[in-house]
T-cell receptor, first 112, second 114 residues
Framework: QKEVEQNSGPLSVPEGAIASLNCTYSDRVSQSFFWYRQYSGKSPELIMSIYSNGDKEDGRFTAQLNKASQYVSLLIRDSQPSDSATYLCAVINAGNNRKLIWGLGTSLAVNP | DTGVSQDPRHKITKRGQNVTFRCDPISEHNRLYWYRQTLGQGPEFLTYFQNEAQLEKSRLLSDRFSAERPKGSFSTLEIQRTEQGDSAMYLC????????????FGNGTRLTVT
């Protein structure tokens, strides 16, 4: 089992819809969770960080963390074509020298 | 612009040559990281510094790779005797000291070894 797992996609949604991206992790004592957006050929850009159970909202983005079920999700409301990118989930794994562990990313396509 | 800066943006080199990349972190960040990324993969950890101290280096990293951060500010990553398998995007990131602080990435250096 990979430490951080994401569906590779592509996830395709129409413009204006809600895009839902999911990430599961294996280390139960993980503490910190991040979502990054990466456009093709560019570097990762931090979208959201979340540290405690529940929802965290920032503009059109909402991160949801459920430590009991070991998943973290990212919702993008009113999806725009400019949201088309790969979304990377990253987790600080307390059992691995507190190193940041990355998923392989989910490709999102927002269709006009 | 006070973000992470990397130089050069692109580097094409012939196999066997040495290359050096530079990273200037966000000024108040004392942690600096180097990652490598190839197509379809997440970033692969190479090494990181807290101030001038190199605290960890990936076991996957061969002896051809070396990184320095001499004054705790900018960092350099050198690859000696480059191989075609070294072709990748090399990413630098910085963060504040708490271990749960998010990383902020530079634009990366794309290396092509011919």
């Amino acid at each position: 089992q990979k430490e951080v797992e994401q569906n590779s996609g592509p996830l395709s949604v129409p413009e204006g819809a809600i895009a839902s991206l999911n990430c599961t992790y294996s280390d139960r004592v993980s503490q910190s969770f991040f979502w990054y957006r990466q456009y093709s050929g560019k570097s990762p850009e931090l979208i959201m960080s979340i540290y405690s159970n529940g929802d965290k909202e920032d503009g059109r983005f909402t991160a949801q963390l459920n430590k009991a079920s070991q998943y973290v999700s990212l919702l993008i409301r009113d999806s725009q074509p400019s949201d088309s990118a790969t979304y990377l989930c990253a987790v600080i794994n307390a059992g691995n020298n507190r190193k940041l562990i990355w998923g392989l990313g989910t490709s999102l396509a927002v269709n006009p | 612009d006070t973000g992470v800066s990397q130089d050069p943006r692109h580097k094409i080199t012939k196999r066997g040559q040495n290359v050096t990349f530079r990273c200037d972190p966000i000024s108040e960040h004392n942690r600096l990281y180097w990652y490598r990324q190839t197509l379809g993969q997440g970033p692969e950890f190479l090494t990181y510094f807290q101030n001038e101290a190199q605290l960890e280096k990936s076991r996957l990293l061969s002896d051809r790779f070396s990184a320095e951060r001499p004054k705790g500010s900018f960092s350099t990553l050198e690859i000696q005797r480059t191989e075609q398998g070294d072709s990748a995007m090399y990413l630098c990131a910085s963060s504040l000291s708490p271990e749960n602080s998010p990383l902020h990435f530079g634009n990366g250096t794309r290396l092509t070894v011919t």
